[in-house]
């Protein structure tokens, strides 16, 4: 409207002030110039939103000003009215074609772009086609058809410009109106202040069209034109600076904001690692009491037995007295073993051996120690040690392992058969325990390695637990392999030496 009004009020009292007003070639360059600078600054303010939010509307924005500040930037450099003209009219119908186009996308589907390198590729088309367009037009504007109506052969004083320029200037208002619609219509829609200013914007840019549409070179009305353009573009600026400090306001108030929930989540953190701790070590402690309770009270009963026990005529009976006796404290010891394993930092103290040989003596000295339970459960153990294996390990690290898997294959296994395997797999050793025993559900088997998991009315709950950290100390995997009902196969892999 504003610029409606401006115009009505010149066609009025051109006849009288027609030549009055003048505006130099050299006023008309500053300004084109200052415009330039304007529309690439809020153009670049777009290319942030675009990588941001990688939608086309941001796109073709970014698009619609870098081209009209290319544009007035070229023009501040032309001397020739006939390229000047046509710089004008290609920079006002590309600028009103891409912030049409840039409604038409945000009111569609398409209205992202889900590739980062796709963002990236068109901002550099973009920049790319400038100056192709620069080079291009330098080149090739001699040769375009003359813009100009003009009154006399010396081409000097024109009417106007031609019916070509003239269809392309009506395009162009046609196009900064239908945008300023649907930028409103928008504004209405999602009540961003940014829309509505646009809409403000193109409305305005559609006057300036029409205004150049009317004027002829150096009138009152090319005047008008030329000073409606820089209002525009002032306020443009200050727009450019108000989101500018909009944007450094927010980014600075966000960073605030993240750093205060950075602190209160690194402070509640560690009130939650303390009261875990806390937790973890009252559960640890009970469950020791609890399994510690049983041996303790057979250890009391055995000391009372032996106590009153005449050994010369019952030496049987005190030699099974003992080894029950030196089988409960060695419960203890291995339950204290678990405790300080699970509870603080394994590092494995390294050495070479020869682990088929140890393996050996290993699964002999558990036969002996368990050899109680291995008779309550009739259970045999079998081995296939592969010879001649040699490995860098934690030698007691590596018996808690074993015995660990070796225990919880016999609880697990009634009637049945163990196997203790050891041989090369490719650049790895594997040690595996299969039973054929109950086999675990196939939901339980993610949960076999964590602390306190027990599907056993006795026990801590931390053997598997803990053979896992024995093992990845030794940058080893443990895997397992169950069927319900059949059994389950425990399999220890480590690097070889």
């Known amino acids: 409207m504003i610029g409606v009004g401006i115009t009505i009020f010149t066609l009025i009292v051109f006849p009288f002030i027609n030549y009055i007003f003048w505006i130099d070639l050299i006023t008309n360059s500053i300004i084109s110039f200052f415009c330039g600078i304007v529309a690439l600054a809020v153009s670049f303010l777009f290319v942030f939103e675009f990588l941001k939010a990688q939608t086309f509307f941001s796109f073709f924005l970014f698009l619609s000003f870098y081209s009209s500040g290319i544009s007035d930037i070229y023009a501040s450099f032309i001397t020739d009215i006939k390229a000047f003209i046509w710089i004008r009219v290609i920079n006002t119908l590309t600028?009103?074609?891409?912030?049409?186009?840039?409604c038409l996308a945000a009111e569609t589907r398409y209205s992202r772009i889900n590739s980062n390198l796709l963002v990236k590729i068109l901002i550099f088309l973009?920049?790319?086609?400038?100056?192709?367009?620069?080079?291009?037009?330098?080149?090739?504007?001699?040769s375009l058809p003359e813009p100009l109506i003009f009154k006399n052969l010396d081409r000097i004083t024109y009417e106007g410009l031609n019916k070509i320029t003239v269809l392309i200037s009506v395009l162009s208002i046609i196009l900064f109106i239908m945008s300023a619609y649907l930028l409103y219509r928008m504004y209405l829609k999602y009540r961003e202040e940014l829309l509505l200013y646009?809409?403000?914007?193109?409305?305005?840019?559609?006057?300036?069209?029409f205004l150049f549409t009317l004027s002829t070179l150096w009138n009152i009305i090319w005047w008008i034109w030329h000073i409606l353009r820089l209002l525009v573009y002032i306020f443009l600026f200050g727009l450019f600076l108000f989101g500018f400090i909009y944007l450094f306001n927010n980014l600075n108030r966000k960073t605030?904001?993240?750093?205060?929930?950075?602190?209160?989540?690194?402070?509640?953190?560690?009130?939650?690692?303390?009261?875990?701790?806390?937790?973890?070590?009252?559960?640890?402690?009970?469950?020791?009491?609890?399994?510690?309770?049983?041996?303790?009270?057979?250890?009391?009963?055995?000391?009372?037995?032996?106590?009153?026990l005449d050994i010369k005529n019952n030496y049987e009976t005190f030699?099974?007295?003992?080894?029950?006796?030196?089988?409960?404290?060695?419960?203890?010891?291995?339950?204290?073993?678990?405790?300080?394993?699970?509870?603080?930092?394994?590092?494995?103290?390294?050495?070479?051996?020869?682990?088929?040989?140890?393996?050996?003596?290993?699964?002999?000295?558990?036969?002996?120690?368990?050899?109680n339970l291995i008779v309550e459960k009739n259970v045999d153990i079998e081995s296939y040690i592969e010879e001649d294996i040699y490995a860098n390990i934690d030698i007691d690290g590596f018996r808690v392992c074993l015995y660990n898997l070796?225990?919880?294959?016999?609880?697990?296994?009634?009637?049945?058969?163990?196997f203790v395997n050891l041989r090369r797999v490719d650049d790895k050793i594997e040690v595996s325990v299969e039973d054929t025993g109950v086999g675990i559900p196939e939901e339980n088997i993610s949960k076999v390695f964590d602390p306190f998991y027990t599907s056993k009315t006795k026990g801590l709950g931390l053997g598997l637990f803990?053979?896992?950290?024995?093992?990845?100390?030794?940058?080893?995997?443990?895997?397992?392999?169950?069927?319900?009902?059949?059994?389950?196969?425990?399999?220890?892999?480590?690097?070889?030496?």
């Open 319 to 371: 030699v099974e007295l003992k080894e029950l006796l030196k089988e409960e404290i060695y419960r203890i010891k291995r339950i204290t073993e678990i405790f300080n394993l699970s509870y603080n930092q394994y590092i494995p103290k390294r050495h070479k051996v020869k682990l088929s040989e140890v393996m050996k003596s290993w699964i002999e000295s558990f036969k002996q120690l368990y050899a």
């Open 95 to 102: 600028s009103s074609a891409f912030l049409y186009l840039g």
């Open 256 to 308: 605030k904001e993240l750093t205060t929930a950075y602190n209160q989540l690194k402070a509640t953190q560690e009130k939650l690692v303390a009261s875990e701790r806390i937790a973890t070590a009252g559960m640890m402690a009970a469950t020791i009491m609890h399994e510690i309770r049983t041996p303790i009270a057979t250890i009391n009963n055995l000391i009372q037995l032996l106590s009153s």
């Open 198 to 209: 646009m809409s403000f914007y193109s409305i305005m840019m559609a006057n300036i069209s």
């Open 406 to 418: 070796l225990q919880n294959a016999i609880e697990s296994t009634h009637n049945g058969r163990i």
């Open 126 to 142: 973009a920049v790319i086609s400038s100056i192709i367009f620069g080079f291009l037009f330098r080149t090739f504007s001699p």
């Open 466 to 497: 803990i053979v896992k950290k024995i093992v990845d100390a030794h940058e080893g995997e443990i895997k397992v392999v169950s069927s319900l009902g059949r059994g389950s196969k425990f399999s220890i892999f480590i690097p070889t030496f």
